[in-house]
């Protein structure tokens, strides 16, 4: 799988390998080395996904996340640092990141990161038809209501303001209501790649989700189901 791939990376060596990498799998590439320029070429041209630095000069990456993420939530968006703190990575991840990669990096696995990308973005042009059905009437499950062209979400007259991760999540949950879902199905739809068994993010953020929806002692929504995931369901 081939595609274009804009790198955002300030350390010349950094980029320039990246570069050529890419090149040789067959992925066309465009540079930048600082956020405010990582912002004119990202509105250059449509990018199918961006490798993107946190550490750089001018606007930080986190920044450059945050104004790609106010208009596009498609494009992927892996974050690339010399940090390694749990907080780090759910800052990235909460703002839309579709991965966080650690420098320094093994280009193989990188690569592999990449491609899992591009293969989720895929996969979600090619079930677009049949989502706008979906978005045109929204999702519901009791007094919870979900509009996805809007980003827009309702438990009975309240409105609720989630974080782009949640709004997935909760999307992606609505969408399989009344289903088992497990961490692995969640993690591969809504963070796009393979689910390696030693994080809790599914339940960090199933429980940021809860927190928000079942306000004022309003039925529970989103179910347990012990040693296998989470179901999400109008009590009975």
Do not use: C, H
């Not at 950094?14 to 509105?43: N, Q």
């Not at 630095?53 to 450059?64: C, N, Q, Y």
């Not at 208009?71 to 907080?87: C, G, H, R, W």
């Amino acid at each position: 799988m081939t595609g274009t791939i804009l790198i955002i990376e300030d350390e010349e060596k950094i980029a320039r390998l990246l570069e050529l990498e890419l090149g040789y799998e067959g992925y066309r590439t465009g540079r930048a080395g600082s956020g405010a320029e990582g912002l004119d070429k990202y509105r250059e041209q449509d990018w199918d996904l961006i490798l993107l630095d946190v550490m750089l000069p001018g606007f930080s990456g986190i920044e450059v996340l945050r104004r790609i993420r106010a208009t596009d939530s498609l494009t992927p968006v892996i974050l690339l640092t010399a940090k390694d703190s749990v907080e780090d990575k759910v800052s990235g991840l909460d703002l839309g990141a579709s991965d966080y990669v650690t420098k320094p990096f093994q280009i193989e696995e990188l690569l592999a990161r990449i491609r899992s990308a591009l293969r989720a973005r895929a996969a979600a042009g090619n079930g677009r038809e049949e989502e706008a059905l979906l978005r045109e009437d929204g999702l519901s499950a009791g007094s919870l209501r979900l509009n996805e062209q809007t980003r827009e979400v309702y438990r009975g007259e309240r409105r609720i303001d989630l974080t782009p991760r949640e709004f997935d999540l909760l999307v992606f949950l609505l969408r399989n209501q009344r289903q088992v879902l497990s961490r692995e199905q969640i993690i591969r739809e809504v963070w796009g790649y393979d689910y390696a068994g030693d994080t809790n993010v599914v339940d960090v953020y199933i429980r940021y989700v809860r927190k928000k929806i079942d306000e004022d002692g309003l039925p529970e929504l989103i179910y347990t189901v012990r040693g296998v995931g989470y179901v999400l369901k109008e009590a009975p």
